[in-house]
Structures are given as structure tokens and as C-alpha cells.
């Protein structure tokens, strides 16, 4: 068996991902070809029983227009005035793509318990963000208090469905600025100890 290449392209790609925020990210956004690449690459992602518990949700084109004025009705309510709808407004409207993350977490199922179907979109939605590093673009995900709004959550979701917020995606306008605030790989990878009796 060949041992494996550490310096390979595929994982130096992974290790160079990072997140860019909307104000960073430019058009051009990605085209129906790559977004279903991505939607390929969630859908490898680990997940017991294949329930797939998310969906994403493209907001792009005109569908901006009215995700801004959802998200600046959203910031009168939340008392920030005229000003803060404002910034919620061009906050909306500023990256090339935004991708609503959607889940669809079945409490009752009889196999799978709620936090491995967690644990299911968190996979999805990074094997969706490393498939756009690698095709060239960038994103963030973002929630916040908007995802706790009411009428911005019955926007997105359907009945039973929970909104987590939504990838900021577009083209990279500068080089990330690198991953400073991480910890070692040594202080997240420990070996485990049985306790004592």
C-alpha cells in the first residue's frame, strides 16, 4: 500500500480554507453547474440512515430584493431604527449568492437521535463550503439574531423546519487572511484516558 502524500494538492487545497465574509466577496457567483457540484459534495458528507436533513435554498437574482427587505423589517422590529435597516439591507445585498441552510431535524425518528442529525448538517454544510474553496469561490456562514425572527424564519422554512442561517458565496476579492485564532492541531487531538475507579 502506498503510504499517503501529505504535501498532496487535495489536502494543502483543505487545509487552505478559510472563511471570507460578504463585504470580501465579489461577482462572479457560482454557476447551476458548480452550485449542483456542491450540492454533490454536501450529500457525501456523513449521515446515518441517509435522512438528509437540510436543504439549501438559493437567494439570488431578484430573490435579494425581498430577503433584504425581510431582514430590514427584521431590524425595526429588533429596534435598531432606520439606520440599522439600512445596514441589514446592504448586508443582504452585498455578496453575489446567498444559500439559506435549512434543517430537518425528526425528533422522533426511531433510529437516528436529534444530534446526529445535527451532526449531519454540520458535515453537509462544510463539504459544501470546502467544494466551493476548491472550485475557486468563497463564503461564511452566518445566523445571528435574524434567524430567531419569526417572519424571517417562516420565510425559509416550512412547517417542522428550522432555519441555521445562510452561506455568504461569491468570488474572493482579497486572499483570507489566515486562520490566527484557531488552536494547535496538538490541543484538539488528545488522547483519551479511561477514568479512574
Known amino acids: 500500500m502506498t503510504p499517503p502524500d501529505h504535501g ?18 465579489v461577482e462572479p457567483g457560482p454557476s447551476d453547474e458548480q452550485l449542483a457540484l456542491m450540492t ?4 457525501r458528507a456523513p449521515d446515518h440512515a441517509e435522512l438528509v436533513p437540510y436543504r439549501f435554498k438559493l437567494v439570488r437574482g431578484e430573490a435579494r430584493t425581498a430577503m433584504a427587505a425581510l431582514f430590514a423589517d427584521a431590524a425595526r422590529r429588533a429596534g435598531k431604527g432606520e439606520e440599522g ?7 443582504a445585498q452585498r455578496p453575489p449568492m446567498t444559500i439559506a441552510v435549512v434543517a430537518r431535524i425528526d425528533l422522533g425518528h426511531p433510529l437516528v437521535p436529534a444530534h446526529e442529525q445535527w451532526a449531519a448538517v454540520g458535515a453537509a454544510l462544510s463539504n459544501f463550503l470546502m467544494a466551493a474553496h476548491l472550485l475557486g469561490f468563497a463564503g461564511k456562514m452566518l445566523s445571528g439574531a ?8 417562516a420565510a425559509f422554512c ?5 432555519l441555521v442561517g445562510w452561506i455568504a458565496l461569491g468570488t474572493p476579492a482579497k486572499r483570507p487572511g489566515g486562520a490566527a485564532r484557531k488552536p494547535p492541531a496538538a490541543e484538539v487531538l488528545l488522547d483519551w484516558h479511561p477514568p479512574c475507579k
Request: hydrophobic fraction near 40%.
Open 8 to 25: 498532496s494538492r487535495h489536502l494543502q487545497a483543505l487545509l487552505g480554507r478559510y472563511s471570507v465574509g460578504p463585504k470580501h466577496l
Open 40 to 43: 454533490q459534495a454536501a450529500l
Open 85 to 91: 435597516a439600512a445596514l441589514d439591507t446592504e448586508r
Open 146 to 153: 435574524k434567524v430567531r425572527d419569526a417572519q424571517i424564519a
Open 158 to 162: 416550512a412547517p417542522g423546519e428550522t
